[in-house]
């Protein structure tokens, strides 16, 4: 199982279905449930269903609603590179959240042994 370590809020968010598209500077071929991962914690379970893109933050700003992301944090994070959302979908909330390893260097993914 595949753990994708994301900040909060943005997170909680996805576990709750606030949030359907992750913004990352690149794409993935990864499809199918995963773990969304913060600070040590596992907070649930979605599934990864696509990956759109690549996107300028002026053209994401028009999808605001789907990323919960600002404007300004866009243009930052992009820092003049393209952007892609990653389509999100069927969220699981686990309560409580589960302690995870995460190895060191890990920063995006985090690949999950024996995981339930």
């Known amino acids: 199982m595949k753990g994708l370590i994301v900040?909060?809020?943005y997170a909680k968010w996805i576990v709750e279905g606030r949030k359907v598209w992750e913004i990352r500077k690149t794409p993935t071929r990864i499809r199918g449930r995963i773990v969304i991962i913060?600070?040590?914690?596992?907070l649930g379970t979605v599934e990864l269903v696509d990956v759109l893109g690549p996107f300028t933050p002026e053209e994401l700003a028009n999808y605001e609603n789907k990323h919960l992301a600002?404007?300004?944090?866009?243009?930052r994070y992009s820092n003049g590179k393209k952007l892609y959302a990653w389509v999100l979908a069927n969220p699981?909330?686990?309560?409580?959240?589960l302690e995870v390893e995460i190895?060191?260097?890990a920063q995006?993914?985090?690949?999950?042994?024996?995981?339930r």
Do not use: C, H, M, T
């Open 7 to 9: 900040r909060q809020p």
């Open 38 to 42: 913060s600070e040590k914690k596992a």
């Open 103 to 105: 190895p060191n260097g």
């Open 108 to 115: 995006i993914w985090v690949n999950l042994k024996n995981w």
């Open 70 to 75: 600002s404007y300004d944090f866009l243009k």
């Open 92 to 97: 699981i909330k686990f309560e409580p959240p």
